[in-house]
């Protein structure tokens, strides 16, 4: 059993290594952002599937949502772009966000990948690129979770994330960047 996982394990390896790195970057414009806008909303239809609770379900809405993202900050709405240059994922974070308990923090709204391109890493690239870049300006950076949500809560813990409060199911995360 031991040897058919680590043959398993190799042959991911492997697969992986064949797949060329996807690039992630904001949108160079408002018209790049207006030409896939319609893509990203089916992406993050797809992403939220198993999470319904957690997202807005109606397109319009979503439609909206994407606006409101991309126009608070498109320098950091980061896009993760396939091999044919087409998004299959994407994260939005604010700087200079104002939060009534912490003051000034880079608050990390969204983050989705399409199904058919997780666990390759994609999500984990564009969150460390957003939290880096929200640090530069910010030394605190927030964002909300829902609690069911246990791969993404996962995920921000072992990245430093710690639980400061709760809204009904919204857990708050927030990582200090550390003063030396
Ligand atoms: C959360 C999400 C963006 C992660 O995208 P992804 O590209 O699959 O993420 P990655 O491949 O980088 O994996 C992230 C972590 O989850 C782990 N993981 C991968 N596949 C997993 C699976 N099937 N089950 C549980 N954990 C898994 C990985 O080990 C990785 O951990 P690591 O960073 O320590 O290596 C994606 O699942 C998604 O779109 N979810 C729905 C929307 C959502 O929940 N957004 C966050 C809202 S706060």
Redesign the pocket.
């Known amino acids: 059993m031991g040897v058919t996982r680590t043959q398993e394990k190799l042959e991911t390896a492997a697969a992986d290594e064949g797949k060329a790195e996807l690039q992630i970057r904001p949108f160079a414009d408002e018209t790049e952002f207006l030409k896939w806008r319609d893509r990203l909303a089916e992406?993050?239809q797809a992403?939220?599937q198993?999470?319904r609770e957690?997202?807005y379900t109606d397109r319009d809405r979503i439609l909206k949502y994407l606006d409101w993202l991309y126009y608070g900050d498109p320098r950091h709405f980061f896009v993760?772009w396939s091999e044919d240059g087409e998004p299959v994922?994407f994260?939005s974070a604010h700087t200079g966000w104002h939060d009534e308990q912490l003051g000034q923090v880079g608050n990390?709204h969204?983050?989705?990948?399409?199904?058919a391109?997780?666990?390759?890493?994609?999500?984990?690239?564009?969150?460390e690129t957003a939290v880096r870049a929200m640090e530069k300006e910010n030394p605190r950076v927030i964002?909300?979770?829902?609690e069911g949500?246990?791969?993404?809560?996962?995920?921000?813990e072992?990245?430093g994330f710690r639980e400061i409060g709760r809204q009904g199911k919204w857990i708050k995360m927030l990582r200090e960047s550390s003063v030396d």
């Open positions: 992406i993050y992403a939220y198993n999470l957690y997202a993760a994922g994260i990390v969204e983050m989705v990948v399409d199904p391109y997780r666990g390759r890493g994609v999500g984990r690239r564009l969150f964002l909300w979770v829902g949500n246990t791969r993404a809560r996962a995920m921000y072992r990245h």
